[in-house]
T-cell receptor, first 112, second 112 residues
Framework: TQLLEQSPQFLSIQEGENLTVYCNSSSVFSSLQWYRQEPGEGPVLLVTVVTGGEVKKLKRLTFQFGDARKDSSLHITAAQPGDTGLYLCAGAGETSGSRLTFGEGTQLTVNP | DTGVSQNPRHKITKRGQNVTFRCDPISEHNRLYWYRQTLGQGPEFLTYFQNEAQLEKSRLLSDRFSAERPKGSFSTLEIQRTEQGDSAMYLC??????????FGSGTRLTVV
């Protein structure tokens, strides 16, 4: 069974601070995706990383895929209240086809 | 096309009743997925269709659950003889390729 562990589970910071969310597994993934979810809504895709060591930037968000394709991180610079939400990482296994395994999520609250 | 549409948004039902949810994917997407999400957890995979063929089912999908995708367009998820443990958000997603889902807003099921 492939598991993705996210840390921290909860994060409450002040506007302007930087933060990093981690997503770790003992399994290798063919790709890893990050989603953001707001209460009562479905997750929204932020980015997909495919290549080990890959770094992608989306405005103030930086995503990194580990060299061994077992872990990933999301770094947010100068967080804003609009960044508040549940951040989920999800991995597509090398043998699981299109099925995604999701982490439990990191609930981020950015206080003004 | 306005994205993935799920109906109803909310459903309250008595234990033992049957419920059916509908998902209309993005029209050009040939893959459709059902996930279940409980409070404080990431989504858990239930089942996956490519066109009209159901290619994979999770062990979470007991014999009380059935999903269909006639003609490879919309999909339905039926739960028979609902139990309180079935209370969750049921999420539908569609994709064209393996990288990145578009989720609907989900159906929140409450079994009383």
């Amino acid at each position: 069974t492939q598991l993705l562990e996210q840390s921290p589970q909860f994060l409450s910071i002040q506007e302007g601070e930087n933060l990093t969310v981690y997503c770790n597994s003992s399994s290798v993934f063919s790709s890893l995706q990050w989603y953001r979810q707001e209460p009562g809504e479905g997750p929204v895709l932020l980015v997909t990383v495919v290549t080990g060591g890959e770094v992608k930037k989306l405005k103030r968000l930086t995503f990194q895929f580990g060299d061994a394709r077992k872990d990933s991180s999301l770094h947010i610079t100068a967080a804003q209240p609009g960044d508040t939400g549940l951040y989920l990482c999800a991995g597509a296994g090398e043998t699981s086809g299109s099925r995604l395994t999701f982490g439990e999520g990191t609930q981020l609250t950015v206080n003004p | 096309d306005t994205g993935v549409s799920q109906n109803p948004r909310h459903k309250i039902t008595k234990r033992g009743q049957n419920v059916t949810f509908r998902c209309d994917p993005i029209s050009e997407h040939n893959r459709l997925y059902w996930y279940r999400q409980t409070l404080g957890q990431g989504p858990e995979f239930l089942t996956y269709f490519q066109n009209e063929a159901q290619l994979e089912k999770s062990r979470l999908l007991s014999d009380r659950f059935s999903a269909e995708r006639p003609k490879g367009s919309f999909s339905t998820l039926e739960i028979q003889r609902t139990e309180q443990g079935d209370s969750a958000m049921y999420l539908c997603a569609s994709s064209l390729v393996d990288y990145g889902y578009t989720f609907g807003s989900g159906t929140r099921l409450t079994v009383v």
